[in-house]
């Protein structure tokens, strides 16, 4: 499939036909790439969800040839040429902290029981680009209802695989690694909170983040941290990496707000990837257009100081 910037996939395939068609594909491709178990084959039979936008998704080219993913290099375009050296099978996750079920889970056991769903979600950089991801994943919260979470946890931290041999980026200091994240428990479990195993009806592919990662749509896209190897529960506010980097810039809850510029340019619009060079920017929305679904999350905070 090449990309072409002047038709997007909705004038060319009638969107339930698309749809069908990467329902199909998704049961056979995406979980024979991530070498799963029979019995998980039925659950990528991935429904379309309520909290899908119906705006154009963007060309699998674009996705996973426009990243951020520093632990392969700082250009665009450096996922893409390095993150296949990246081992993603076998995989495991270290659940532990204030849970239930403390233990190091293999990536079918993190997906067992879990049914899988495609969300097409906007993704908003905090460099003020955009795109629209048809992931496939599940929610955060039923995980964590599986681990079974103590009643002291407050917040969930994330960390990402650091492996310097099969990561060019990391072998030298850019940024502080591993590559850390967090979000309060509510926001863990706000049903918006995916774990994204797939993109496109297939296994995600390396540059995004596999085999597991973290996708919170109405925030900045540094909080949706890739290639997850541990998740830990914590009754304090664990540490961000950008936040870690410049505080001033990059909040700990970094909610897409086009009230709130960065410090060094305005947050109050912002560039669609593939829309072409001439193509005019369009308004950033509060929360990233998920307002209905989270503002309520952050009542009685000054999201201007709490940004
Ligand atoms: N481990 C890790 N996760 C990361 C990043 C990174 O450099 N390392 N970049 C973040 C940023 S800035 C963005 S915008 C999104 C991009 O996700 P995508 O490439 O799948 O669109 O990943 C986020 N997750
Ligand atoms: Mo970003």
């Known amino acids: 499939m090449r990309f072409r910037p002047d038709l997007g996939w909705s004038d060319v395939t009638p969107r339930a036909d698309f749809l069908n068609r990467r329902q199909l594909i998704g049961g056979a491709a995406a979980l024979g790439g991530l070498g ?58 270290e659940i532990g902290g204030l849970v239930e079920r403390p233990g190091r889970y293999d990536l079918a056991d993190v997906m067992k029981g879990q049914p899988l769903e495609e969300r097409i979600y906007r993704l908003r950089c905090v460099e003020a680009w955009s795109m629209v ?24 931290a994330f960390e990402t695989l650091y492996r310097p041999e099969e990561m060019p980026g990391t072998r030298r200091p850019v940024i502080p690694w591993p590559y850390v994240e967090g979000l309060r428990l509510d926001e863990a479990m706000n049903p918006l909170t995916i774990l994204a195993t797939g993109l496109y009806g297939e296994a995600l592919p390396n540059p995004n ?45 970094s909610n897409v707000n086009p009230e709130v510029d960065h410090p060094r340019w305005s947050q109050a619009s912002e560039r669609r990837v593939g829309g072409g060079f001439f193509a005019a920017k369009i308004p950033t929305q509060k929360f990233n257009g998920y307002g209905e679904y989270v503002a309520g999350l952050y009542d009685g905070m000054d999201l201007t100081k709490s940004f």
């Open 133 to 156: 991801v048809p992931w496939i994943g599940f929610q955060l919260s039923g995980l964590l209802d599986r681990i079974g979470v103590q009643p002291s946890a407050k917040y969930v």
């Open 36 to 93: 799963l178990a029979a019995p998980l084959r039925a659950e990528i039979q991935a429904a379309p969800s309520r909290y899908s936008t119906d705006e154009t998704p963007n060309a699998l080219e674009e996705i996973s040839g426009y990243c951020n993913f520093y632990e392969f290099g700082t250009g665009k375009g450096d996922p893409e040429k390095n993150a296949g050296q990246m081992t993603t099978d076998p995989w495991s996750v």
């Open 209 to 253: 983040g596999a085999p597991i990662r973290l996708v919170v749509p109405w925030k900045y896209g540094f909080k949706s941290i890739k290639s997850i190897v541990r998740i830990t529960l914590t009754e304090e506010q664990p540490p961000a990496t950008w936040n870690i980097v410049n505080p001033r810039e990059y909040g700990f809850y």
